[in-house]
């Protein structure tokens, strides 16, 4: 289990010009999965892994799906939309 919001500052510390939100799914006999949404169209797995070293960060601090899209879903406030970002979560985890 990982704090949602580590993987978030991560995200941050790969890609600070952007923003990113993060998401939990439920897999079938894998327990828990993290999604990271992120405005970065050039953010890779490989950019995460690297800011997580230089913080020393858990390897679980790298999310195994990374989802590029136009915008970060926001509330009103400013603040990430985590209930439309937990649909689009469910929504990821049916694609291949």
Do not use: C, W
Not at 7 to 25: D, L, W
Not at 71 to 91: H, S
Request: net charge negative; no cysteine.
């Amino acid at each position: 289990m990982v704090s949602l919001e580590l993987v978030e500052r991560v995200a941050a510390a790969a890609s600070g010009q952007f923003q990113h939100a993060s998401a939990a799914i439920s897999e079938t006999g894998r327990g828990e999965s993290v999604v990271l949404f992120t405005e970065d169209p050039h953010l890779r797995r490989e950019q995460l892994q690297q800011a997580a070293r230089e913080m020393g960060a858990p390897e679980l601090a790298i999310p195994r799906r990374i989802v590029h899209v136009p915008e970060i879903p926001a509330l009103g406030t400013g603040k990430a939309d985590y209930v439309t970002l937990n649909r689009m979560a469910r929504g990821v985890e049916r694609q291949p």
